[in-house]
């Protein structure tokens, strides 16, 4: 499996940035116009995600039906999604109390929970609605984990993760 690594546009960048440019600039008389662009746009940042956040119901919960946690399997699988206490709806329908699953293989530390879920070999989508999917993975041991985004692929605020499953893919 290939690791892909994408540099997000983050304030702490942004920042370091504007620092930078501070630097270069400071001999031409910029450094208060690019201080106050950078304070300017941390400030404008994070209130967009938080906008985008959608409630989740305290009972809400994700889980993976298939496989169960310490399963062998073989190559390629069908992994089945379970959600209880929402609903399903496709990526870009904005309907309450619902969400479309994404699918986190072999991810050491949960990504961001106030931003959008960045696709990669490692964060599957399932905008469509889908509640399987079938995975081909190599031998060894894998983890599966769900998070359910909202209509712009953002965790709920309350959000709905499932346990971690742990299988075995033989040869």
Do not use: W
Not at 85 to 97: K, L, Q, S
Not at 113 to 142: C, F, N
Request: hydrophobic share 40%.
């Amino acid at each position: 499996m290939t690791v892909v690594v994408t540099q997000r546009l983050t304030i702490e960048n942004v920042l370091l940035m504007c620092i930078l440019s501070m630097v270069t600039y400071i001999q031409r008389g910029l450094t208060f116009s690019i201080l106050c662009l950078a304070c300017l746009f941390s400030l404008l940042v994070s209130p967009v995600y938080a906008a985008d956040l959608s409630p989740a119901p305290e009972a809400a919960t994700a889980y993976i039906i298939s496989p169960q946690d310490g399963d062998a399997v073989s190559s390629p699988f069908i992994v089945q999604f379970g959600l209880s206490g929402m609903g399903i709806a496709p990526a870009g329908v904005d309907r309450p109390n619902t969400g479309h699953h994404h699918l986190l293989i072999d991810v050491g530390e949960l990504p961001s929970l106030t931003e959008p879920l960045q696709g990669s070999e490692q964060v599957l989508h399932y905008g469509a609605g889908q509640t399987e999917t079938q995975l081909s993975l190599t031998p060894g041991d894998h983890t599966l984990q769900l998070v359910l985004g909202n209509y712009s692929h953002i965790p709920h605020d309350n959000p709905v993760i499932s346990e971690k499953v742990t299988v075995t893919v033989q040869d």
